[in-house]
Nanobody
Framework: VQLVESGGGLVQAGGSLRLSCVAS????????MGWYRQAPGKQRELVAV???????NYADSVKGRFTISRDNAKNTVYLQMNSLKPEDTAVYYC???????????????WGQGTQVTVSS
């Protein structure tokens, strides 16, 4: 199983970016999918999570600015980030809680991360 993120980059404050994460491999089903971020010198933190049914939860710091969505048919999760601030600068990681076709149980997978830099 692989999770591959894309869409990061450099943007000015107030701008927008859209992150994508595609899960591939021996996947039977995907439960929660989420985005986390880690800024230099800080712990990784939850940004947003979405269940297989579409329920969402956001960190207080991004509510009203970020929107998480998913396409279950494509095993893809998105993060639309608007009104970006310099404090949003971090490496953003995709996460998926899933079951596989070849192994029993549930597994937690992470992407390699994509850098988001917001300049002031």
């Amino acid at each position: 199983v692989q999770l591959v993120e894309s869409g990061g980059g450099l943007v000015q404050a107030g701008g927008s970016l859209r992150l994508s994460c595609v899960a591939s491999g021996s996947i039977f089903s995907i439960n929660d999918m989420g985005w986390y971020r880690q800024a230099p010198g800080k712990q990784r933190e939850l940004v947003a999570v979405i269940t297989s049914g579409g329920s969402t939860n956001y960190a207080d710091s991004v509510k009203g600015r970020f929107t998480i969505s998913r396409d279950n048919a494509k095993n893809t999760v998105y993060l639309q980030m608007n009104s970006l601030k310099p404090e949003d600068t971090a490496v953003y990681y995709c996460n998926a809680d899933l079951t596989q076709t070849v192994l029993p149980g549930r597994y937690d997978y992470w992407g390699q991360g994509t850098q988001v830099t917001v300049s002031s």
